[in-house]
């Protein structure tokens, strides 16, 4: 507010002026408006000069007004502080907007908890819980730490995570992450991480570190300012001494000269480049698309190909026995299956357990899993495999050649095939024409990679529209395809964030999808979608697009209109006024086109 009211006054006091006598209190109220509009940028220049960070756009400010204070041009320097300072408050004004986007994360942290003990429950600062510790969330709370609920059911609300509007219902033994709003009953939570590693800490920490990468035209555009100020003031000296060493008149040319510095402030290009990023990852932000950083924002519309995981990316990820293929009792089957199982959180493992339902009261005496192939335990006298044909061969068990749709899970009982399980997956329905709105916006390619078998990935990428499909991959093969389509295209890697970490690492842009509270998913990749919506890969480019196409219109617009005015000036046809406009004027329009962004329609 009180830059508000320091630009209120200046800017009536400025006003005033023009209805006064040209008397003595004429130069006085402008010298009264410029000194409540300057102060601020005077003390910033005087205390730069023992950092000898003096040239800058502030000092350009401060010669050029006091240049033409010298020469009687009151009104010309109050105008060029008055606009300068319109400017700033814009500029942060339109910084604001856009944080005030990604700031609303700030709010999903819950300060304190409240931990249950044998002797009630104690409301004590978060950092204080540990793990296994349990806590209670009321109606009406964000929940402060990830965990799982042990009692109470309730609709939380993940709009602020996730950008969905739509209530998710929860029950004991569900997983729940820190910064939902619990919205109706008690939840008992028991705690699984610490503050320090809970969801809302590395969201905060990504929101943080998103702006410290500089895009190309921001390290050119600072680079270049580093230069530029220092060559501008010695040119604006050469254009009033050179003149006036040829017996030209000196005010002409040193109003010429302040004219020419007043034009040749960068702010527009130093102010609206960042703000035109920093914009475009507040308006994904606020659509439930976390960028990294600014060079991801940047690079993201040069990619030409994309490379799409299948399952929990394309696909729901919740898996369901569909048919049990015996050749023995299908109650069999399934039961060793589940057993063999019961160790892992593999979605097909989590969806052979649900199936069979019932206790599982005998005990697993070894145990092996072998990555992407299957598993191998020891249960009294019988060694049960479980797992990919592959898996079968390799351990010298003939198998039955099934026909059938689905991920086959072939179960083997003392190297004997005795049935097989298919597990069935069903397409997100936004992934439906997804890939043809990606190519209207410039990717040439998708793939899709799956460990799955042929004919189940097959089948889901004709239905896709996938240009290439390849099955039966270890996470290593994902890898050195990804490796190979990097020799000739731009690769966007999209992938669940849990087992795709090598992947999204390699790929030129990694995209986790889902997975909002795991490492990997804010670790590995440059870009985290907040839910399970493949088709917000197509907002996220769409952004980049017009961030990019907004940020070189405001590049084009500025040296165009700049340079267009210096001539004017050195000609003698533009006056301080169009010097005004050259600099905050044309940073003002600047600041206002990149705020376009929040405007942006994206393909539905």
Excluded at 221 to 235: D, G, L, M, Q, R
Aim: proline letters at 3%; a neutral charge.
């Amino acid at each position: 507010m009180k830059t508000i009211y320091k630009i209120g006054m200046g800017g009536f006091l400025f006003l005033v002026s023009f209805f006064l006598p040209k008397n003595a209190i004429y130069p006085i109220v402008l010298i009264l408006a410029y000194s409540l509009l300057a102060y601020p940028i005077w003390i910033d220049v005087i205390k730069n000069i023992p950092k000898f960070k003096i040239l800058d756009e502030k000092f350009l400010m401060v010669i050029a007004t006091l240049g033409a204070f010298i020469i009687k041009e009151y009104p010309e320097a109050v105008a060029v502080i008055l606009f300068y300072q319109i400017g700033e408050y814009l500029s942060d004004f339109a910084t604001d907007q856009t944080k005030d986007a990604i700031g609303k994360l700030m709010d999903l942290r819950s300060d304190v908890a409240h931990l249950k003990r044998k002797n009630g429950v104690f409301t004590i600062p978060i950092e204080e819980i540990k793990v296994n510790d349990i806590i209670i969330v009321k109606p009406g709370e964000k929940i402060p730490l990830d965990g799982i609920i042990l009692s109470g059911n309730s609709h939380l609300d993940t709009s602020s995570m996730t950008g969905e509007s739509i209530l998710k219902t929860v029950k004991p033994n569900d997983v729940v992450i820190s910064g939902c709003l619990n919205k109706e009953g008690i939840l008992e939570i028991k705690v699984t991480t610490l503050y320090q590693e809970s969801t809302v800490s590395k969201i905060l920490r990504l929101m943080e570190q998103s702006g410290e990468t500089k895009t190309q035209q921001e390290k050119f555009i600072t680079k270049f300012a580093n230069y530029y100020t220092p060559i501008v003031v010695i040119f604006a000296m050469l254009l009033t001494v050179i003149p006036v060493i040829f017996h030209q008149p000196f005010s002409i040319w040193f109003y010429k000269s302040l004219l020419f510095l007043v034009i040749s402030c960068p702010c527009a290009l130093v102010v609206s480049i960042p703000i035109g990023f920093f914009s475009g990852i507040g308006v994904s932000s606020k659509k439930g698309i976390l960028i990294k950083n600014t060079l991801s924002l940047e690079n993201l519309d040069q990619m030409n190909t994309v490379v799409f995981d299948k399952t929990g990316t394309l696909t729901k990820g919740k898996f369901e026995v569909s048919k049990i293929i015996p050749k023995e009792r299908k109650e069999e089957i399934l039961r060793l299956a589940a057993l063999a199982e019961s160790n892992s959180n593999h979605p097909i493992a989590l969806s052979i357990q649900k199936a069979y339902s019932k206790p599982l009261t005998d005990t697993i005496e070894s145990y092996q899993e072998i990555v992407g192939k299957g598993i191998e335990v020891i249960i009294r006298d019988k060694k049960i495999h479980v797992g990919s044909k592959t898996f079968m061969q390799e351990n010298n068990i003939v198998c039955s050649k099934l026909d059938t749709l689905g991920t086959i899970v072939y179960v083997a009982c003392n190297h004997e095939y005795i049935g097989a399980i298919i597990i069935e997956d069903t397409i997100k329905e936004t992934a439906y024409g997804l890939i043809d709105h990606l190519k209207e916006v410039g990717i040439q390619k998708a793939i899709l990679l799956s460990g799955d078998h042929e004919r189940t990935v097959k089948e889901v990428g004709m239905k896709l529209h996938m240009d290439e499909v390849y099955a039966n991959l270890l996470p290593t093969d994902k890898v050195e395809l990804v490796k190979a389509e990097q020799e000739t295209n731009k690769i966007i890697f999209v992938g669940d964030g849990m087992n795709d970490a090598p992947v999204l690492m390699k790929a030129d842009i990694g995209v986790s999808m889902g997975g909002i509270g795991s490492d990997v998913a804010i670790e590995a990749s440059d870009i985290v979608i907040m839910n399970d919506d493949p088709s917000l890969l197509l907002t996220a480019i769409q952004i980049a697009k017009q961030t990019k196409k907004i940020v070189k219109c405001n590049i084009i617009f500025a040296l165009t209109v700049k340079i267009l005015i210096l001539f004017l000036g050195l000609i003698g046809i533009s006056s301080m006024w169009g010097a005004v406009f050259a600099d905050v004027g044309v940073t003002v329009l600047t600041i206002l086109n990149a705020l376009r962004i929040f405007q942006i329609k994206t393909i539905s």
